[in-house]
């Protein structure tokens, strides 16, 4: 089964790099290192899940409550500006990591597959045609709705709104998750990863990184059909001796 792994970073900016004669977007990511604060299992939680700890700050900060105070000095670290949990289906992995543990840039691999979800940038009250692409009234003279939002609805039946309009309001500040973008290249010494294409956010927004789900179901996928054929050719040949000794 294909581990999830993952870490907290922010976004330092976009750049392009040369390799195997083009050129390449990429997003560079300044990531951990992180800390394991807590190991969540299903038996005492009713999930698996790993509670990770980003950005160390001082003890009289405002950053750092009295009362996450009290769970960092159980897990023996410092405080730590930012959390965010990690969930894990195999309970198996979990195992393999320690409160207090530190993870950093290289539990990635270069040409993995990483899922990145970060805060979008936000756009304010926006009208219709920007917010969801409606199309705008006539230009000509005589027109009266260039880009108004017109109509929202019947009046007779049903004499309401329709939950889920699309109306003008605001636009952005939200969580968005990008899947399946390639690990270009890896720097350990100065905790950077590049990732190839965009990450929503604005420069030095928060984001967490995650090994791919749709990529690590695929691989399942493949293991299992490749475990089916080697026992279906191990069967084959097994007939054909059975059948040599008759």
Request: glycine share 12%; aromatic share 6%; proline share 3%.
């Amino acid at each position: 089964m294909a581990v999830i792994k993952g870490i907290i970073g922010k976004k330092v900016g976009m750049t392009q790099i040369f390799k195997n004669g083009g050129v390449l977007p990429v997003t560079v990511v300044s990531a951990g290192p992180c800390y394991v604060m807590e190991i969540k299992k299903e038996q005492t939680h009713g999930y698996n899940a790993l509670k990770i700890g980003y950005g160390e700050v001082k003890e009289n900060s405002k950053h750092a409550k009295k009362p996450v105070l009290g769970q960092f000095k159980k897990a023996k670290l410092k405080p730590l500006r930012y959390l965010r949990e990690i969930r894990i289906k195999d309970s198996a992995v979990l195992d393999k990591y320690n409160v207090g543990q530190e993870m950093k840039v290289d539990i990635f691999k270069v040409g993995e597959f990483v899922d990145v979800t970060s805060n979008s940038k936000g756009k304010g009250f926006q009208g219709g045609v920007k917010r969801w692409g409606w199309h705008i009234g006539p230009k000509s003279h005589g027109s009266r709705s260039h880009r108004a939002i017109g109509s929202i609805g019947a009046s007779s039946y049903p004499s309401r709104v329709l939950k889920g309009l699309h109306m003008p309001g605001h636009m952005g500040s939200g969580s968005v998750t990008v899947q399946n973008l390639e690990v270009v290249d890896i720097d350990i010494e100065k905790n950077l990863i590049l990732v190839k294409g965009g990450i929503p956010g604005a420069v030095n927004s928060l984001l967490v990184m995650k090994s791919s789900k749709k990529k690590a179901s695929e691989l399942i996928l493949s293991e299992e059909g490749r475990q089916k054929s080697d026992k279906e050719d191990v069967k084959q040949e097994e007939e054909k001796q059975e059948q040599g000794k008759d």
